[in-house]
């Protein structure tokens, strides 16, 4: 089937490039030289969508569908497991068309049968095909992918987009268990933040640029040269995910994803405030080349390397590290401040005086 030779062929191309990083150099910290504080004593609890987990990490969504995928999706079930972390499953949209697609989704719930699993769909979807989708694994949490960018520089991709904030709605209001809302690489305005909190999602995934580049891989795909023109397109994840929050203003969760994949920039993420933070590149491209320990010892290195940061912030936890002083320089800034966002009051932020 074209559907399976695809997802396939996603996962080949991924492989070849090492995971993109998204830019966060423009986001400094500020060092504290007098902490009090002791490295055991910092935690990386946090709450996401109203649960309690040990750590703000997350893995997001990479496949499914074929025999490769669920090989993975049992792979990364086992690691998700292990690490304590939520897991999102790839589109489910090829096991909906196909059943004997579906083994390569359930058994990651099989695996994991008290983890915290999320389903995948398109926006094409409507609350009944949403609802297979969370059926078929027992779901958690469901996440809607916009992928307008990638389907259009697919050869079969689709074309017609109308009515996706209606359905998003829609599937909001009779779907019982959370909707997160997430691009695929190109970034999410804060125009387009505000329509989805209209429309009731309960968290917005960014998916900036930085991470996987869909574009280039659909390019290599079909064989047919990458425009220039397209070649960067879509928003910065570090810009992305400040527009996010600007107008998020706490009335829903906000996930940075995007080529955030190393330690500081996962708690520059957090620290801008970010409520969860989700990798992909990172994790396929360990598991398929060193395997689930590797992967495993990646996660738990990632972890530790964000207390030490978090030590050198003098923070106890996810809640005190948003509330330190940072500086938003360079291009980003530039950007943000012709968008009218205020940069002042990140670089104000004392948590000791509130």
Request: hydrophobic share 40%.
């Given at each position: 089937?074209?559907?399976?030779?695809?997802k396939?062929?996603?996962?080949y191309?991924?492989l070849r490039?090492i995971?993109?990083?998204?830019?966060?150099?423009?986001?400094?910290l500020?060092h504290?030289?007098?902490p009090?504080?002791n490295l055991?004593?910092i935690?990386?609890k946090?709450?996401?969508m109203?649960?309690t987990f040990?750590?703000p990490l997350?893995?997001?969504?990479l496949?499914?569908?074929?025999?490769?995928?669920l090989?993975?999706?049992a792979?990364?079930a086992?690691?998700?497991?292990e690490?304590g972390?939520?897991?999102?499953?790839?589109?489910?949209?090829i096991?909906l068309?196909n059943?004997?697609a579906?083994?390569s989704?359930?058994?990651?719930r099989?695996?994991?049968?008290?983890?915290?699993?999320?389903?995948?769909?398109g926006?094409?979807?409507?609350?009944d095909?949403?609802?297979?989708?969370v059926?078929?694994?027992?779901?958690d949490?469901l996440?809607?992918h916009?992928?307008?960018?990638?389907e259009?520089?697919?050869?079969e991709?689709?074309r017609?987009f109308?009515?996706?904030?209606?359905?998003?709605?829609?599937?909001?209001?009779?779907?019982?268990?959370?909707v997160i809302?997430k691009?695929v690489?190109?970034?999410?305005?804060?125009?387009?933040?505000?329509?989805?909190?209209?429309a009731?999602v309960?968290?917005?995934?960014?998916?900036?640029r930085?991470g996987?580049n869909f574009?280039?891989i659909?390019?290599?795909?079909?064989?047919?040269?990458?425009?220039?023109s397209f070649?960067?397109?879509?928003?910065?994840?570090?810009?992305?995910l400040?527009?996010?929050?600007?107008?998020s203003?706490?009335h829903?969760d906000?996930?940075a994803?995007g080529g955030?994949?190393h330690?500081?920039d996962?708690t520059?993420?957090l620290a801008l405030?970010?409520?969860?933070?989700?990798?992909?590149?990172l994790p396929?491209n360990?598991?398929?080349?060193k395997?689930?320990?590797?992967?495993?010892?990646e996660?738990r290195?990632i972890?530790?390397e964000?207390?030490?940061?978090?030590?050198?912030?003098?923070t106890?936890?996810?809640?005190e590290?948003?509330?330190?002083?940072l500086?938003?320089s360079?291009f980003?800034a530039?950007?943000?401040q012709?968008?009218g966002?205020?940069?002042?009051?990140?670089?104000?932020?004392n948590?000791r005086?509130?």
């Amino acid at each position: 089937m074209p559907r399976l030779h695809r997802k396939n062929e996603h996962i080949y191309q991924s492989l070849r490039k090492i995971p993109g990083r998204a830019d966060f150099s423009d986001i400094h910290l500020i060092h504290n030289c007098l902490p009090n504080q002791n490295l055991d004593e910092i935690s990386l609890k946090t709450v996401i969508m109203g649960r309690t987990f040990r750590s703000p990490l997350f893995i997001n969504a990479l496949t499914g569908g074929t025999k490769l995928a669920l090989i993975i999706n049992a792979a990364l079930a086992g690691v998700a497991k292990e690490c304590g972390l939520p897991l999102a499953v790839g589109s489910q949209k090829i096991a909906l068309e196909n059943r004997a697609a579906e083994k390569s989704f359930r058994v990651v719930r099989r695996l994991s049968p008290e983890g915290i699993i999320w389903s995948n769909i398109g926006s094409y979807a409507d609350p009944d095909t949403a609802q297979k989708a969370v059926q078929m694994i027992k779901a958690d949490g469901l996440q809607i992918h916009l992928n307008s960018s990638q389907e259009l520089m697919m050869g079969e991709g689709d074309r017609s987009f109308k009515n996706t904030t209606e359905r998003l709605e829609q599937i909001s209001k009779n779907i019982q268990i959370p909707v997160i809302v997430k691009e695929v690489g190109f970034g999410i305005a804060r125009e387009q933040a505000a329509d989805l909190i209209k429309a009731g999602v309960s968290a917005i995934d960014v998916g900036g640029r930085g991470g996987t580049n869909f574009l280039e891989i659909e390019s290599r795909r079909s064989g047919k040269r990458l425009s220039k023109s397209f070649k960067n397109w879509g928003i910065p994840t570090a810009i992305s995910l400040i527009e996010v929050l600007d107008v998020s203003r706490k009335h829903i969760d906000v996930f940075a994803s995007g080529g955030v994949n190393h330690a500081l920039d996962i708690t520059k993420a957090l620290a801008l405030g970010a409520n969860a933070v989700g990798m992909a590149g990172l994790p396929i491209n360990l598991l398929l080349k060193k395997g689930s320990r590797a992967l495993i010892h990646e996660i738990r290195t990632i972890e530790h390397e964000m207390r030490q940061i978090m030590m050198m912030l003098g923070t106890k936890s996810i809640a005190e590290l948003q509330q330190v002083p940072l500086v938003i320089s360079g291009f980003t800034a530039e950007w943000l401040q012709q968008r009218g966002i205020d940069l002042s009051s990140y670089a104000r932020r004392n948590f000791r005086l509130n």
